[in-house]
């Protein structure tokens, strides 16, 4: 059986079926028993045969454990070493008892689930809260499906009566389990007995022993406490996610379901695929408890806590739709599916003939998905087990680890060899080899690239931008093309409406004021929306509000539309305009349309209203006007939103049943002309010096919208995205064959014939600058041209949701790091496709301040609380509350007035500043994502509507991957120069002081930490960051200042040679002060300054050194430190650093030597980096003028 076909899921790898083994057959217990065994034998009875020393007992019994311990510790860090340890392989199923599982890179770990069967026989597994259920015909697991996956005929759901029988209910239970986010919150003994177990974890505790060993035992407690300390804060920081993540389930409330033919109340977490329930407007607390669709009656929901989308939605049910149609959730029906997590504002139920209403009034909607099936479960899941960090455990850590280890390993060679030849004491020998080898592998590397990473979630954080995906982050600073959707990401939602074109009678050009215009233009107007009535107020599109409002009509109850000015001249005798039915808005149709009774002083009329694209609506009419093309070209040319208008009037007065009756296609043809209605598109605030921003920083910036060519072309051009003159490949106008392309100007006064089989002719992408429609593109798909062309394209209009997807993924293969910025409706497969997504939500920053302030006194008066709690515990009185707070504390003010009326009644002013001290710490720790700060769209979610945040993940990319480079050259030359020292000066007499070692290691965190905190500058360079260290001026520039840095080591030490006579080693000895300890150890601070000092970038990415001031003052401090130490400046300082005296000769020297090493290296730097550094962007990125 193939193991990696096991599992039919993209998420998932590899995967093969296992038994477990007995404890004592484990890979790490038996084999070792027996080793243990022979040793002792050996030790005991044929010492002197095999032994002999006890350096060799002592080295063959801790390679032993040695062994032992890497065993049982990969199997805690590979679920591939824990099956083959731990477990037998099995081909059977029916034998099998687990399923190893490895998934995709980014998706979480590996592990060993069990496999458990079922009552009727059915064998499955849970991998992060999926279930996975086996298919015995095809020997393959495929995701648990549920009924809408099996069949999703629109009458399966109509003419459902819910779940009807006791065995049904319990088979479907045992089937799909409970509808809860059941998230297990370990103990933080457990949590960090799993960080206590990682690789870099034991690596460091393994180090700080050798250091124990070697008698550094102040050095040893230090890094020790660092390391706890460390690992402690990231176990809080996930025990608070993992409780946060706990109360995003909907709390469990009463809910009126169908079961047994008759409608009873069950808790909400109780429902179950196939339910029929009864749906009413959610309390505060609560919210839909699932996925549905509606099959009776209509619905207001806010989707704010799923997609991030603040504004309300109208909910249509599907009891209209014909039975034998598939149910098209993504398409056609999206408007009848109600995702669980989302809020119900407001109900209209269908009337009692219609459907069998439960006692509570609400909606009928048929329970599709349940728990983690859910569109919440999934965006649940992709909180908890996406990788929270980006870690040390990746290809180019290894490789980067594996180049120093060359140095270290040479260098522990030559102090075996030079010790054997001098008769060194083996056991001691052992351990300074050990030591130099460990020594290249930077213990704090992930630690490193821990605060890199978080440190730019914070900043982004505030910025209100949420990242789901953090390991992401650094791709944003490789970023080659920047995508963005044009309407309501480039442009406002908010649209002007300009007026109706196409009906005056003198000139079709001439626009028309709305309320000005035919009546049946303006009936057309007043009936072809989505808008609804919320208590007292409209809500929906914002471009359909912007409609009714400059026609001067207003929405009243029960979908009447009625002049909002009943002086109205024109409509003063008519009483009401009622909407029946609406065909809602498809990105895939291009158009919406509507069916209304008109009352008129002559009676009831039926009246169609159509609106949409002008292309597609120009086939529905019954008469085209001759200026039509010329009409809607001359106002998009202009960068105006066009949508077309149509009309028709069936039989006087068509009943509800009648209407229900009608087709969409019967409904939408032999349309009469109503105009065009224009709007005017502008584009937000912050757009145009964003995309210059980007533009100008090597960056591709393109347009994909849906919107028609000609205003794309326009918008592109005001944001300059465009420069020079645009061609568009469009379908020939009249073409018989969808293959009879054209490259046309936007003015058409240049038209090229295309043939999509032939190459595209290089002067076309010389020359211009190219905008393709969806129709031409679509000709190209799977041709091997369509690399260079979009490789060439700068706008794409009128593409499907589909296309958008296709043109990322060709970019993406083609080498190129993309970032998709759009509204996370129309987009969600663009934006998860792309490296980078960006959901853009429509939240204003007076609201984002609410909720901070919220926030802020939430976390005040949970600090005031916790105070309170310790004050009760020990008998003290309670401390007088924070000012912004004494309010929600009356009684505790009270208290203390009646106890000591000289007593202040609020905390002083100082205690207040604490306070607001503590919670702006609070504020720089890694932001916890809530439901409602993430979209189920796109990793990235601006809770903001400006397209500045797309600037601002860039430079938080281009920052984290500038730290991260840079602490890769700090680390790899401080192992170098630590593997040399503990190697050659080593053999020559050179060991340290604790207290030396102890402050050489505190300088190095707080200069790391300082890196990392680098504030990325306002403007976006042009030049690029490295994308990765494996580059010739990366390699070459640590090797040139390593050279550097022995050169002058060497120097110094035959130095001292010169002034002290050379003496017998005792490696075994104690610490003694000398002049080669003073010389080598004063030096080796110098190099620790040129490293952090010499390989800090700043400008043009982050602040520079002098700008990041705490940085800059530390390393002032310890260059300071170094020479004062080597003058004798300070005679203190050097007395308490055990320094010895130096004669003025020696000390000019080394004050010397320091010089030329610093300045030394910073001249490899400067030399190789104009030499070899590329900062260059690719090719796509470069503008041809």
């Known amino acids: 059986m193939a193991s990696k076909n096991l599992v039919n899921a993209k998420s998932i790898i590899q995967s093969s079926l296992h038994t477990r083994k007995s404890l004592l057959w484990h890979g790490y217990i038996w084999p070792f028993l027996c080793l243990y065994s022979l040793w002792l034998y050996i030790y005991i009875y044929s010492y002197e045969e095999y032994l002999a020393s006890e350096e060799w007992t002592f080295l063959t019994l801790v390679s032993l454990i040695t062994m032992n311990a890497l065993i049982f510790l990969s199997c805690q860090w590979s679920v591939r070493a824990k099956a083959c340890f731990t477990c037998e392989t099995k081909n059977d199923i029916r034998r099998a008892k687990v399923i190893k599982i490895i998934p995709a890179p980014h998706k979480g770990k590996g592990e060993l689930c069990d496999l458990n069967s079922a009552r009727n026989g059915e064998i499955s597994f849970f991998y992060q809260k999926k279930k996975y259920v086996w298919d015995d015909d095809k020997k393959v697991f495929n995701r648990l499906r549920y009924p809408i996956d099996m069949d999703s005929r629109i009458s399966i759901f109509r003419n459902s009566k819910g779940l009807e029988t006791v065995n049904e209910i319990k088979s479907v239970q045992e089937k799909y389990g409970f509808n809860r986010f059941d998230i297990p919150v370990p103990t933080f003994r457990e949590l960090f007995k799993e960080h206590a177990v990682a690789p870099f974890f034991v690596f460091q505790l393994f180090c700080v022993g050798l250091w124990v060993m070697d008698e550094y035992w102040y050095y040893s407690l230090f890094t020790l406490f660092m390391l706890v300390v460390f690992e402690s804060t990231v176990v809080f920081q996930r025990l608070k996610t993992l409780a946060e993540f706990r109360t995003m389930s909907i709390k469990p409330y009463p809910i009126y379901v169908r079961r047994k033919g008759r409608w ?41 806590m799923l997609s991030g989308e603040s504004t309300p939605l109208l909910k249509e049910s599907i009891h209209l739709r014909e039975g034998n149609e598939e149910l098209d959730i993504n398409g056609i029906d999206k408007n009848s599916l109600i995702f669980g997590g989302t809020k119900v504002l407001q109900v209209t139920p269908p009337s009692k003939e219609e459907a069998a209403l439960a006692s509570d009034n609400g909606c009928i909607a048929y329970v599709l998905r349940t728990g983690f099936g ?62 130099i080898i460990t020594s290249v592998v930077p213990p704090e590397l992930p630690m490193e690239l821990s605060l890199a990473v978080n440190t730019s979630l914070v900043a982004l954080a505030k910025f209100a931008i949420f990242c789901t995906e953090p390991f992401r982050i650094p791709f944003a600073g490789k970023i080659d093309v920047c ?9 406002g939602e ?92 498809s990105s895939a149709l291009k158009r919406m349309s509507s069916v209304s009774t008109v009352t008129t002083p002559r009676g009831k009329k039926t009246f169609i209203a159509v609106k949409g694209a002008p292309e ?28 077309a208008l149509g009309f028709k009037y069936l039989q006087d007065n068509m009943s509800l049943e009648e209407i229900n009756d009608l087709q969409r ?19 937000k605030e912050d757009a145009v010096s964003t995309l210059k921003m980007l533009n100008e920083s090597s960056h591709r910036v393109i347009m994909i919208t849906g919107d028609n060519p000609l205003t794309a072309c326009h918008v592109a051009r005001e944001g300059a995205i465009v420069e020079r003159d645009v061609l568009i490949l469009d379908i020939k106008e009249d073409a018989e064959n969808p293959d009879e392309l054209v490259w046309k100007s936007v003015d058409e006064k240049i038209m090229i014939p295309v043939n999509p089989v032939e190459p595209i002719e290089p002067s076309i992408f010389r020359d211009y600058d190219i905008c393709i429609t969806g129709a031409a593109l679509s000709q190209y798909e799977n041709r091997p041209s369509v690399k260079e062309l979009l490789r060439h394209t700068w706008v794409y209009a009128r593409v499907s949701p589909g296309q958008k997807e296709f043109i990322l993924t060709v970019l993406k293969q083609a080498g190129y790091v993309t970032l998709m910025c759009g509204d996370g409706t129309n987009d969600v497969g663009a934006l998860k496709q792309a490296h980078i997504g960006v959901a853009l939500l429509d939240g204003k920053p007076e609201d984002l301040k609410k909720i901070a302030e919220h926030h802020r006194m939430q976390r005040l008066k949970d600090m005031y609380e916790n105070q309170l709690k310790f004050t009760a515990r020990f008998n003290m009185p309670p401390p007088p509350p924070p000012a912004a707070i004494a309010h929600l504390f009356p009684h505790i003010t009270q208290q203390l007035q009646q106890q000591n009326p000289a007593a202040p009644r609020r905390a002083p002013a100082q205690v207040d500043q604490i306070a607001e001290q503590l919670i702006q710490d609070f504020d720089d720790e890694p932001p916890t994502i809530k439901l ?7 990793p990235f979610t601006s809770k903001l509507s400006n397209v500045v945040a797309i600037a601002n993940i860039v430079r938080q990319g281009r920052c984290t991957l500038v730290a991260t480079i840079q602490m890769y050259k700090i680390l790899a030359l401080n192992c170098l120069i630590s593997a040399y020292t503990l190697s050659v000066l080593y053999l020559d007499g050179i060991k340290y002081d604790d207290w030396q070692v102890t402050i050489s290691g505190m300088l190095l965190a707080v200069c790391f930490l300082c890196i990392s905190k680098a504030r990325p500058l306002e403007k976006l360079s042009e030049q690029r960051p490295q994308t990765n260290i494996f580059n010739f001026y990366i390699i070459l520039s640590i090797l040139g200042q390593f050279a550097i840095h022995i050169a002058s080591l060497i120097f110094i030490v035959d130095l001292v040679f010169k002034h002290e006579e050379r003496k017998p080693v005792d490696l075994e000895g104690e610490f003694e002060p000398s002049l080669l300890n003073t010389a080598v150890y004063l030096i080796s601070l110098s190099m620790q300054v040129s490293t952090f000092a010499i390989n800090y970038q700043g400008h ?20 300071g430190i170094a020479f004062a130490g080597a003058t004798e400046f300070v005679p203190e300082l050097n007395s308490m650093l055990k320094l010895v005296p130096l004669i003025n000769d020696f000390k000019l020297k080394l004050v010397g030597t320091m010089l030329f090493d610093f300045f030394g290296a910073w001249l490899i730097e400067i030399i190789f980096k104009f030499l070899f550094a590329n900062n260059k962007p690719k090719d796509i990125a470069r503008k041809t003028r």
């Open 264 to 304: 009873v109340t069950v808790n909400s977490d109780e429902l179950l695929p196939g339910d029929l329930v009864s749906i009413v407007r959610s309390k505060e607390d609560g919210g839909v408890p699932c996925d549905m669709v509606l099959v009776n009656g209509t619905c207001i929901v806010n989707e704010a």
């Open 374 to 435: 859910t569109a919440q479960g999934k965006l649940v899941r992709t909180m908890v087990y996406s990788t929270e960090h980006v870690s040390a455990n990746n290809l180019e850590s290894f490789l980067f680890i594996l180049f120093l280890l060359i140095f270290a390993i040479s260098a522990a060679g030559y102090v075996w060899v030079k010790g054997v030849e001098n008769d060194r004491k083996r056991s001691k020998l052992l351990l300074d080899c050990i030591l």
């Open 483 to 491: 995508a963005f959707d044009k309407t309501g990401t480039l442009t």
């Open 494 to 585: 908010n649209l002007v409406v300009e007026g109706v074109a196409g009906i005056h009678p003198d000139d079709s050009k001439i626009l028309m004021k709305p309320p000005e215009a035919l009546r049946d233009t303006i009936q057309t107007l007043a009936a072809a929306h989505a808008l609804v009535r919320l208590d007292d107020n409209i809500v929906g599109d914002p471009m359909e509000k912007a409609t009714l409002e400059a026609l001067e009509w207003k929405l009243d109850k029960d979908d009447t539309v009625i002049p909002a000015n009943q002086q109205s001249q024109r409509f003063q005798s008519r009483s009401k305009l009622q909407i029946r039915r609406r065909f809602q808005f």
């Open 616 to 643: 597609t609506l120009r086939q529905m009419y019954a008469f085209v006007p001759d200026d039509y093309e010329e009409t809607f070209k001359f106002f998009t040319r202009r960068g105006s939103r066009v949508l």
């Open 665 to 683: 296609e019967s409904v939408e043809n032999e349309l009469n002309f109503a105009g065009f209605l224009i709007f005017h598109c502008p584009l």
């Open 932 to 938: 409602g700060d993430a979209s189920v769209a796109a």
């Open 1100 to 1119: 043009p990415f982050r602040e520079s050194l002098k700008e990041n001031t705490a940085l800059y003052y530390g390393l002032l401090t310890v260059g």
